[in-house]
């Protein structure tokens, strides 16, 4: 008997992304959809929406899993219309595009939303466009949903999520936006997707205390305009500072700095570019940089073997939730109230919006004392709220692929 056969797109994530919390998404989706595949008997062929284009294989456990990647496409624009009938590759992406069963639509996690500017939110949106224009079943996958501040923005926004057949929001105030927002009656909450990412924990010695500090390089700068995009109360560099200074207080304590996004080029997101740059300048045997990591799950194994994690972004913090490890959590946006607060009951972080730098140390200080209470509540809302909520999800994902 010939086993059903799937065409799945992918899209607003992307494997090969140097932020590994987008490469997160994407792996944990991969992974997922390939566990419902095996356990409902039936093939799934899974295509990216990116602009790597062409074949790629991961190994997620003892799996490897190709995946084709095409390019994102928009007819919704003269000029990049043109580009699509002339380009090779425009053109052999429109052919995938146009067998998919389903496209699952991801957001990179937290850019359905205005808050990082019109030009990101359209690439994201104009692939449930793109969907509705050629016809084909879409999905938004477990993501922050807002806020939208720009009226335009919050319109297109509502078209979107009303004309999805499912919407998955990660956090509860992203499921009362689109419930008090808009006319989708089928929206559910779930988690974000990375929790599922598998690991290997790594093994660190055993005579010290080790931190983990993740710097967002975006915050660093100020966001892409360099002028406190996002409103912070708290001043970054110098909250940056104060925590290691604590750290460096205490003897048996070694730190390990930790981007989260890196590339080999200089870009005001390159938390590799900044961390670097900080531990030559702070010149101590006891600071040292972690490695530039190849992929998501490397990092988060990383992450895995300390013994407490602080950082801004903000699937570095999961990644070290996910995997048992201590966290504070230093919000920029509500995408970290919603998710740690309120879906996770989960009490200590930072708002970095709200709240002074004084706060926010006093805050880490006592999350540090407290590790073994913070690691116990961990373990224990892992196997309440985010076990209930990975069934949840893996259910009415196989459901409506089915």
């Known amino acids: 008997m010939t086993k059903k056969k799937l065409h799945i797109g992918i899209t607003g994530i992307n494997h090969l992304s140097g932020n590994r919390g987008v490469g997160a998404l994407a792996i944990s989706t991969i992974y997922l959809l390939n566990k419902i595949a095996k356990d409902k008997g039936y093939d799934v062929d899974i295509t990216a929406i990116n602009y790597n284009y062409g074949k790629s294989t991961i190994t997620i456990e003892k799996d490897n899993i190709e995946i ?97 057949e499912l919407v998955f929001a990660r956090d509860s105030q992203s499921l009362e936006y689109v419930t008090y927002n808009t006319n989708q009656q089928n929206v559910i909450e779930a988690i974000d997707v990375a929790f599922f990412m598998p690991f290997k924990k790594k093994q660190f010695s055993k005579d010290k205390l080790h931190v983990g500090i993740n710097i967002s390089a975006l915050l660093w700068h100020g966001g892409y305009t360099r002028n406190n995009q996002f409103g912070l109360k708290s001043n970054y560099k110098k909250l940056v500072h104060s925590i290691i200074e604590f750290f460096l207080s205490i003897n048996n304590v070694k730190i390990h700095i930790v981007p989260h996004v890196v590339s080999p080029n200089s870009n005001v997101e390159n938390d590799y570019e900044v961390s670097y740059e900080l531990v030559n300048q702070l010149n101590d045997d006891r600071i040292v940089l972690a490695p530039f990591f190849l992929d998501p799950i490397t990092a988060k194994s990383f992450i895995a073997g300390l013994d407490f994690f602080t950082g801004a972004r903000m699937h570095s913090t999961i990644a070290a939730f996910s995997s048992g490890v201590p966290v504070f959590p230093m919000a920029y946006s509500r995408k970290f109230n919603g998710l740690f607060k309120d879906t996770l009951d989960y009490e200590y972080m930072g708002d970095m919006v709200n709240e002074g730098n004084e706060i926010i140390l006093s805050k880490m200080k006592k999350a540090f004392s407290n590790r073994q209470e913070l690691t116990s509540l961990i373990h224990t809302r892992q196997n309440t709220i985010v076990k209930e909520r990975e069934k949840k999800l893996i259910d009415k994902l196989s459901e409506i692929l089915i």
């Open 68 to 164: 084709n990647n095409i390019l994102p496409l928009n007819f919704f624009n003269f000029k990049d219309f043109l580009k699509s009938l002339i380009n090779p590759k425009n053109l052999k992406s429109y052919r995938t595009y146009i067998k998919f069963d389903y496209i699952l639509c991801m957001g990179e996690g937290d850019s359905f939303a205005d808050i990082y500017g019109k030009l990101r939110f359209n690439s994201i949106n104009n692939q449930h466009r793109m969907a509705r224009l050629l016809n084909i079943k879409y999905s938004l996958l477990p993501q922050t949903i807002g806020p939208f501040n720009n009226e335009q923005i919050k319109k297109q926004a509502k078209t979107s999520i009303e004309k999805a």
